[in-house]
């Protein structure tokens, strides 16, 4: 059975810093693309960055680029999200997810395994 538990979110002041954790089991993704989303109260998901299987690309959104870097460490089936400089417009669920493909794409359909979420906070 096919698990992603996302750990690493909290409450931090605007200008902070949080390291957003995927861990995932169940099966390898190591030819999978992985990614991070977003969803704000009364907003829709949002795409906020995602990652190759080997971790040698990257494809940010606009409004996190040089501010979030994601990486994973397959050895560990781990993918992370650091995410620096927060804004109160970051705060939200995030999610990790699992790509049908090793090709990079921020379209939610093309996901197929989703976690249950982690809850960021930034406080102006």
């Known amino acids: 059975q096919v698990q992603l538990v996302e750990s690493g979110g909290g409450l931090v002041q605007a200008g902070g810093s949080l390291r957003l954790s995927c861990a995932a089991s169940g099966r390898t993704f190591i030819r999978n693309a992985m990614g991070w989303f977003r969803q704000a109260p009364g907003e829709e998901p949002e795409f906020v960055a995602a990652?190759?299987?080997?971790?040698?690309?990257?494809y940010y959104a606009d409004s996190v680029k040089g501010r979030f870097t994601i990486s994973r460490d397959n050895a560990k089936s781990t993918m992370y999200l650091q995410m620096n400089s927060l804004k109160p417009e970051d705060t939200a669920v995030y999610y990790c997810a699992v790509g049908k493909s090793s090709r990079i794409v921020a379209a939610r359909a093309e996901f197929d395994y989703w976690g249950q979420g982690t809850q960021v906070t930034v406080a102006s």
């Open positions: 990652i190759s299987g080997s971790g040698s690309s990257t």
